[in-house]
């Protein structure tokens, strides 16, 4: 094995796939591309990085509330384009032509164009690690979809696509809690 610097690292473990997070700030939406996310447990929490660097991150402060809009391969150039360029003097939604769909419990807009629609609710900022913990309140998922396949960023501008799935149900039957 060779060294690698450490500040690569997480490189090695990059977690969940890369997700569309938007927010309505009162007066217009917005989204943010953000791959750095998790599942905290099944109640459903999620926990995503982000801070003060990304200008959704004041609206998602002041309202408490998002969606994670998860997109698929086929959407990789736009995932990456609404993650270069800023909501301060961009309409993201225009410019990619993506199309916002009301939700039921939050202001900020689902994306019709993405594979599966969470809306949350913040249940916490860690604000030493930058993180912000989201309560999901509401799931949508489009199984008309043919393309399922998600993202997942490896740190340094390349991308990994999930591969084919792999069914293992029967033999964690036990251990799977109820509901899921």
Known sequence: MRKMQISKAFTLIESGPVVLVTTHDGKKNNIMTISWTMVVDFTPLFAMTTGPWNYSFSALRKTKECVIAIPTVDMLDTV???????????????RFMLTPVKGTHVKAPLIKECMANIECRVA?????????????????????????????AVGDGTFIVDGRMLDRKEMMRLKIPAGL
């Open 80 to 94: 990456v384009g609404v993650g270069t360029c800023s909501g301060a003097d961009t309409d993201k939604f225009e």
């Open 124 to 152: 916490d900022f860690v604000k030493k690690h930058n993180i912000v913990v989201l309560e999901g309140v509401e799931a949508y998922c489009d199984d008309s979809r043919k393309e399922k396949r998600t993202v997942h």
